[in-house]
């Protein structure tokens, strides 16, 4: 039956009267005969969800706010009354999609009347319990299919953390090269490197050596050092020796006092695929850390390479974070990871923190890649030297 504008505008203000008078199926009805695709009136399916509500009639409801939603996808009152019906139905995801979809229009300046005000603080507490929910279904299903703790594979914890909204997602960010295709992996586990386990059986000895370098030197050289001819670092530590160095092997070359001093350390490096590249590499150092230092957050030069870190000097409260991971160095154990992904460190404790620190080609890389890539590298440092005359 097609209504005119009075009809409509009267069966409208009557049905808002039944509503709040709690007469909902005479509501429904006036609201229905609005509705209808030959009434000529304009649909109150809000309305009309509210009355179908009241009735208890779920699947009424939905279609009422579907057909609204279907008119205007970013209706909040509608997205709520979504939420709020599949959150009673037992659809948390579902409800999960509908709030969260009305969250994002309040959080990018969608005005809220003050009766939705309680809807969204609802939508939230819904969330809240639905994430905990979630989680302990999730962990217990991979319980169940015999991935418990720390039987569980670290990607798979990793991305668990990623779904869950406890860790952030980055990406390698060298700051001079980028080589395309390789994994997006911050740390590297020591199992996958089985020439480690040579480096670690010599850490006792290593630890010997290092303990006479000490013994001759009062301060390390900083690992952070501006250069005449290029552009002073803007780093918290240049030239600060709260983060020193000393190399045995830097830009290349061998430092030759520091590997006849340490002789099993150099011996102990000769297993690791570290590059060849001229005035580039090898570099192998210890990297010291004195008591109360923080290196802030940076990115490496390369993602072609991996770094190496041998505890030798490990006191308590040290530290690195990689990308969304942190990781304590463990005494006896290599920590490796990627430094082209924002990383820092930190020695909270009062005493001196050192490791020995080395690079290593990506395991991914074939031979002839890592072929290419040196001819590129030291293209890359002959390229407008001065000629020699």
Known sequence: MTLSTNQAQTLLQDSITA???????????????????????????????????????????????????????????????????????????????????????????????????????????????????????????LKDSGLDGNDTPIPVRNAIDLLMGRREIFHQKPSIFYYPGMPQREFYERYEFPWLADIEANIPDMQEELAGVIAQTQEFTPYVQGQPNRPRPNNPLLDDPSWGAYYFWKDGEEIRENTDRCPKTKAALESAPIPLIHERSPMALYSVLEPGTHIAPHYGMLNTRLICHIPLILPEDCALRVGGETRPWKDGEALIFDDSFEHEAWNRSDQRRVILLFEIWRPELSEAERGALTTIFESINEYQKPVEI
């Open 19 to 141: 509503l709040r008078a709690g007469q909902a199926q005479q509501a429904r009805e006036m609201l229905e005969a609005i509705c209808a695709p030959d009434s000529g009136g304009e649909p109150q399916w809000l309305l009309l969800a509210h009355a179908c509500r009241a009735l208890g009639d779920d699947a009424a409801e939905e279609a009422a706010l579907q057909k609204l939603l279907l008119v205007d996808k970013r209706h909040l009152a509608a997205l709520l009354l979504m939420g709020e019906l599949k959150a009673r139905t037992d659809d948390d995801r579902a409800a999960n999609g509908f709030y969260r979809a009305a969250l994002n229009m309040v959080s990018v300046g969608t005005a809220v009347s003050s009766d939705l005000q309680p809807k969204l603080k609802q939508a939230e507490e819904f969330l809240a319990g639905a994430h905990g929910r979630f989680e302990a279904f999730l962990i217990r299903k």
